[in-house]
């Protein structure tokens, strides 16, 4: 790698600024008002979401290609 790039990935390190962090929560907070165990329930929704619907689409297309091959 370049020494430039080298340069660049490290000063974009450390620790993320906690006044930033705290804007973007408020704004957060402003746009959705929900509570936190209500974001924790969305998002492990989608995460279970994901990968059953690929095993599902999966599970479709074999069955599909097993139908077309017996005619």
């Known amino acids: 790698m370049p020494p430039i790039v080298l340069g660049w990935v490290g000063s974009h390190h450390g620790e993320a600024d ?3 962090l705290e804007w973007i ?4 907070d ?3 008002d929900m509570g936190p165990w209500t974001i ?3 998002l492990g929704l989608l ?3 994901i990968p059953l619907s690929i095993v599902v689409f999966y599970l479709t297309q ?3 290609a097993g139908a ?4």
């Open 30 to 32: 402003q746009l959705w």
């Open 62 to 64: 074999r069955r599909r």
């Open 47 to 49: 995460f279970l979401a």
């Open 40 to 42: 924790v329930t969305l």
């Open 25 to 28: 929560k408020a704004r957060l």
């Open 18 to 20: 906690p006044e930033l």
């Open 68 to 71: 077309s091959s017996d005619k």
